[in-house]
Structure formats: C-alpha cells, structure tokens
C-alpha cells in the first residue's frame, strides 16, 4: 500500500485537493500539463458572485500549495501509463525531462474543461470579425484594459453552442448565465458610458447569491435583458448589427453593436477520453469523467482507488470545484489509511 496520491490537473480543483490531502499529513504528486498551476481560474479578469479579484485568489491559492510540504508540483508532465489497483498503482509520468516510474496509493482526476471554440457559428461572424469575441476572450480583454471605451454598445449572447443539439451540445453549460452577467456588470463599471445587451433564452442561475446579482445587473447598471435567441451577426462598415426575435414580444429586434461577446460551451478536458483510456475509467456521452454514482458518490469513478473532481465531470462554478477538490481529497485519505 503506498500513501502518495497522484492528482492530475492543477486547476483549482486539483490544487485544492493536494492542499487538503498535504494538510492533513498525506503526500501529493500534482501534474499539470502546462508550465504553470491555475487552469481556467487563472485567465478570468473577477469572479462571480461578488466581483472579486480572480488574480489575487489563485494566486494566493498556488503559492499555498507550493508552500505546503508534503506536495511535489511537477509542471509540463502527462500521465503515460498505469497498472495495478487501488493502494497499489504504478504511474508512468512523462515530462521534458523524461519518464518516470511512480508508486501510488490513489489518484484523482482534476483536468478541468476545455472553452469552446464557436467555429461552427458562422453566422455569429466569430472568427471572420476581431470585434465577436468568446467570453473567455473578453476576460482577458478586461484583466488587460482593452475594453470599448466611450459610448460602446456591447452584446452579450447566452447559450452558444450549449443547448444547441444541432451544433454544440445538449447539455446546459450551468454558469454561463451567471458569467455574463458579470461580464456586463464589468463593462458598465469600466465605462459607464456603455450600453450593455444581453440576449437570453431564459435565465439559470442556482446558487447563492446568483439570482440577485443577474437582478443587480438589469436594476443598478441598467443592463437590457432581451429574451430571444439571436439569428445573426453582420458586419456593417465599423459596426455589427445583431438580428434576433425578442419572444416575449414576438417582434424581430435589431442592436446595432461595437462588441458581440459569446458565451460559449463548458466542454470535456481535450484528451478526456484518452486520459480515461490510460486510466481504465468511464466518460459520460460527452467525454466528460463518469461519476460512479451522480447523487452520493460524485468524486468516485468507475474505479475503485480514482476519484474525480470538479470540471472535468460537467461544467461548474469555482466554489463547486473547491468543493469537490476537498471530497475527492478526504475519499483519497481514507483510502490510503
Ligand atoms: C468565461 C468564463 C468565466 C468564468 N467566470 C467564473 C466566475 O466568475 N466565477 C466562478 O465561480 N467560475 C467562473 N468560471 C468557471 C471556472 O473557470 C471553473 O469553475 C474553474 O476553472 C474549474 O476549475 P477546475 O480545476 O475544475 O478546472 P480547470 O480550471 O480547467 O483546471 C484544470 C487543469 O488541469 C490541467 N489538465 C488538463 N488535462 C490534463 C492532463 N491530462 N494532465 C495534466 N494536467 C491536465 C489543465 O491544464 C488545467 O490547468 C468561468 C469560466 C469561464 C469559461
Ligand atoms: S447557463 Fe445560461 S447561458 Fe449557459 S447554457 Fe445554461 S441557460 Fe444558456
């Protein structure tokens, strides 16, 4: 039996497991495939609910987990191979520096989501105007002062490529609501001059505080909420047009705007399913990490000794990937005691 757990992603989820598996006297290797710890986290501007200063707790986040003994953070490393069973699993860890061979108790799978790319929605204009932007390219238009100053008109689109069986996915991407809201409450705040649209199908957002903040939007930065899914983007001369129905009036509306910004799906960890292949677990439909059961077990896989946590299993909010990075965490202690 060994008494190391291997986490793979070092995402919030993952730095919060290692975190809580180190603090209480167990040891951690983390593995995160890029040069630096942070995910998705990392590259937002604020977060939700309460506009709070996305950098500053990350990043506090990461030098806790670098501070605490116990955790071995290893940059640019994949996983390569696995045998053996739960207490007992031997890991083939890739990196610049070579492979090497490791000897785990458990291991829990924090490899987050992968952003969308709308390609498919040619008619939103993404890709052939610099001026239709991802929300995830809006946040990085915010954390670096690059947006519309003056009197811009900037719209927002919900659910592009959630919802859409045809183009995208089934499934609701849970918080896109919520980060829109946000993303319009940024701009009035960077330039109260603006003029911020919303177009929506109908709004969902569960969890504390959410629904006030969406109220706070239309009511204390005057945001205009229209309900109708958009048609098209055009092009006209500097400006974009965006055509939609509002449906609760049932009349075709017009916004003539200097930014359209997508909220694009929350989708599988690119690799999932070849990751879950390594790993011999189960991935839903999507390609998202198969809870073993959704209700009472969400951190464990279709493995005994692998457990799952947060975005990797379907798109959620930071709090929620904390909180699955702390259950994984404790299944992964229990294990190995
Ligand atoms: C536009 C936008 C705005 C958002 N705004 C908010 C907000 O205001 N408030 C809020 O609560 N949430 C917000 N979110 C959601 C937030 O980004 C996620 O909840 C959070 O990033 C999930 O953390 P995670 O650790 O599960 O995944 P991720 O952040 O995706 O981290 C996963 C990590 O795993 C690594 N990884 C993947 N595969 C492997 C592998 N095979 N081997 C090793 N490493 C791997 C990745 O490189 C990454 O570092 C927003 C999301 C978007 C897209
Ligand atoms: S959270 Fe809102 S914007 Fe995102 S897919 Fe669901 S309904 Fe659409």
Redesign the pocket.
Known sequence: MSKKTLV???????ITAAQKIAQNGGEVIL????GE?????AK?A???PVLADAKMIVTREIQTAKATSGIEILPQ???RGVSGSAGDFTVELNSPSGTRSEHVGAIIV????H?MEPTAYTEYSYGRSPKVVT??EF?KMAAENRLPKGNARVVFVHCVGSRDKAKGYRYCSK?CC??SA?HAIMMKKANPDSKAYVFYIDIRALGKGYEEFIRDAMEVYNVRYIRGRVAKVIESGSKLIVRAEDSLIGNPVEVEADLVVLASA?EP???SRD?AGILGIATDEYGFFQEAEVNVRPCHSSKSGIFL????TQP????S?VAMGGLAASEALTLIR
């Open positions: 793979i992603g070092g995402g919030i989820a993952g593995i995160e495939k890029e710890l942070g995910g998705n986290f937002l604020y977060t939700f490393t994949e996983l924090a490899a987050g989501f952003y929300s995830l946040e918080i919520s980060y946000k929350m960890p690119e690799g990751l946590a947060g975005s990797c959620m909010e930071i709090a990937a």
